[in-house]
């Protein structure tokens, strides 16, 4: 007689295995479908942005090479030559990488040739501005270069969304952090509009907070701290400048949390323990929505829960063990 294959645990009908859902691919436009023909890039045809631009270009002492409108989305722009001494990264971007600026150079001076034009905005207060050129600006001056070729934009607000664009060196979260906290500064100072309609231009609410801590602490742990901002922080329903007076506030708990989280990390240090998953694996401990499967939740009540548990923390009860199995990357790896 066949032995009845076995099917279930005995405990009841068996349940039926999950099935994996896919996701829906985004459609994909057939080629040749979208943008403008290479003829109709080349009609500019009359625009006063652009006749206004010319204008600044040559008042600056630039010079005008050509008009062309972008073959995606039909915007008019110029490709300019401009005086280095005039252009400036915009205030909002990451900080200069004095090695990658001075490789940028030897390439440029190896090869001869400058083949990447930067991408430029002109602002009334600051003159001329490119928010995707720094590196190559700075590696230009090494070379004692008189000009930069620039694809000039007549939309000074495109040097707050280029930067989504610029894949010339991966940004550090450190790096989208102070860049987004800058860009909130910068726009408060010219509109009142509210910071949620900005999330496209900051990426992720908790980069404001996390530019902040940063300013404050250069060498602050943000990637300790990432995964519990971003279940608890939203963009504000609120203008940019109140939004602001906001994350300050919780910028400064942060730091708070961060000075519990250090002590009680010394006192594991004391006790003998060493590693470079310590700090994650304090956060971790102290993390109420460790366990939880909710997608948000607010973030004073959690800051709350974090800071009182983090100066409870009993290094004592820690066994050398538990610290090993934490494993992940160290709070410095924040690639």
């Known amino acids: 007689m066949a032995k009845r294959k076995r099917t279930g645990t005995g405990e009841g009908p068996e349940k039926p295995k999950a099935t994996r859902t896919r996701r829906a691919r985004k459609p994909r436009a057939a080629p040749g479908s979208k943008g403008l023909s290479c003829a109709e890039v080349a009609d ?16 600056d002492g630039g010079a005008v090479l050509g008009a062309w409108r972008d073959p995606y989305g039909g915007h008019p722009l110029l490709l300019a030559a401009l005086p280095l001494a005039r252009v400036h990264p915009t205030p909002f971007q990451r900080d200069l990488s004095e090695p990658h600026a001075d490789r940028l150079a ?72 102070l860049e987004a906290v800058r860009m909130a500064r910068d726009l408060a100072g010219v509109d009142d509009a509210p910071e949620t309609g900005y999330a496209v231009t900051f990426e992720d609410p908790a980069f ?17 701290y990432h995964p519990v901002l971003k279940r608890t922080e939203a963009f504000l329903d609120v203008p940019l400048r109140e939004a602001l007076a906001v994350r300050e506030v919780r910028a400064r708990r942060l730091l708070e949390l961060d000075d519990a989280v250090v002590a009680a990390v010394a006192a594991l240090k004391a006790r003998g ?33 974090m800071l009182s548990a983090a100066r409870a923390f009993d290094a004592a009860k820690v066994k050398a063990d538990q610290v090993a199995r934490s494993g992940g990357p160290p709070p410095g790896a924040e690639g």
């Open 106 to 177: 030897r390439a440029i001076d190896g090869v001869g040739r400058f083949l990447d034009p930067i991408v430029a905005v002109f602002d009334r207060k600051a003159g001329w501005w490119t928010p995707n050129g720094l590196h190559r600006t700075a590696a230009l001056a090494r070379l004692g270069a008189r000009s930069v070729v620039a694809l000039v934009v007549p939309e000074r607000e495109v040097a707050y969304r280029i930067l989504a664009l610029n894949t010339e060196k991966a940004h550090t979260l450190r790096e989208k952090a």
């Open 44 to 59: 500019v045809g009359r625009d006063t942005g652009l006749d206004a631009m010319r204008a600044q270009v040559e008042a």
């Open 208 to 224: 404001v907070t996390l530019g902040l801590c940063y300013e404050a602490r250069p060498r602050f742990s943000g990637g300790a």
């Open 273 to 305: 323990l060493d590693s470079p998953y310590l700090k994650a694996f304090v956060v971790a401990r102290v993390n109420p929505l460790r366990f939880s499967k909710a997608p948000s939740a607010p973030f004073d009540a959690t800051l709350d829960r």
